[in-house]
């Protein structure tokens, strides 16, 4: 068997590609120990022209790449072989920030006021991860958007959901999606306000662990969301706040596998056939770096 594995940032956006190497390894390692042969893009080539070609003699695919730009890349992987990750349309939705953000209040979930003047997060509308995040009083800029500032506990919740489009005659089981883990961000504000990433724990066992779960389903649930998602959150003592949502593998990945006894490969396969495991075991401890440093500890 063949899949293609295709990760942007490695070869095309040196500022994440650390992040992007880190999680293509995991997944490399993973399919190959499960019998599949790993295909990737030749980095001296057109991205969606590597995707063209080896799509077409593979027999799935997963593509990874900053949001504003997966969609597009995951659609000319679904015109040549089987997607294994999330849909391009609920990608495309996802994207948006703004637009997801008022999805997902127009269906009672809590997420962020929108907020145009006052000390307030300030980020880009279809921007990725912490880049070019900040708590500012300034205005936004052509593109950016506001957001009320909460403080509590950076958290997100990686899970797999199973097919929602696609295949759904032949592998939609109505199914909840699967919970792998709660990571712990490493969330961290400069002097300048600037909001910087790098990296955080896992697993992270949580008093409200269930209520998050609730959450994070019915982000998946209204937003069509399959395959690997992370879901990022921001929980105060009365408060579950969706921040944001990303229909991808993200960088807790190679924590997760690191502590994990079933292979990550397996679990996203065998979901787009409707067939994950009701949980998943995991040993140990993780930390793990925006640049792909992991420290385990058995404990």
Do not use: W
Request: net charge negative.
């Amino acid at each position: 068997m063949n899949i293609l594995l295709a990760e942007y940032t490695v070869s095309h956006d040196p500022t994440l590609a650390p992040e992007g190497r880190a999680m293509l390894d995991v997944l490399t390692r993973s399919f190959t120990r499960i019998g599949y042969m790993v295909h990737t893009p030749d980095p001296e080539m057109g991205f969606s022209e590597e995707i063209a070609r080896l799509g077409a003699i593979c027999d799935e695919g997963l593509v990874i790449a900053p949001d504003h730009l997966l969609a597009k890349y995951t659609k000319n992987l679904e015109d040549v072989t089987r997607n294994i990750g999330c849909n391009s349309f609920s990608i495309a939705v996802c994207a948006n920030k703004k637009r997801t953000g008022q999805i997902l209040h127009a269906h009672g979930i809590d997420v962020p006021r929108e907020v145009a003047s006052g000390r307030r997060i300030v980020k880009q509308i279809s921007g990725c991860g912490a880049v070019g995040v900040r708590l500012t009083d300034e205005p936004a800029g052509e593109g950016e958007f506001g957001q009320e500032y909460i403080e509590g506990e950076h958290l997100s919740m990686s899970l797999v959901g199973g097919r929602v489009v696609g295949e759904v005659c032949l592998y939609y089981t109505g199914k909840g999606p699967l919970l792998l883990a709660i990571n712990r961000q490493d969330i961290r504000f400069g002097q300048d306000g600037h909001v910087t990433y790098h990296g955080g724990e896992t697993p992270v066992d949580h008093p409200r662990k269930d209520e998050m779960y609730a959450v994070a389903s019915k982000v998946i649930e209204v937003l069509g969301c399959q395959g690997y998602v992370g879901v990022d959150m921001v929980v105060t003592s009365d408060r579950i706040v969706v921040v944001d949502v990303n229909p991808r593998p993200t960088t807790s990945i190679i924590g997760i596998a690191a502590c994990m006894e079933e292979e990550i490969a397996q679990v996203i396969l065998d979901a787009s056939y409707g067939r994950f495991p009701d949980f998943v075991h995991l040993n140990g401890h993780a930390y793990f770096s925006s640049d792909g440093k992991i420290t385990y500890d058995r404990n």
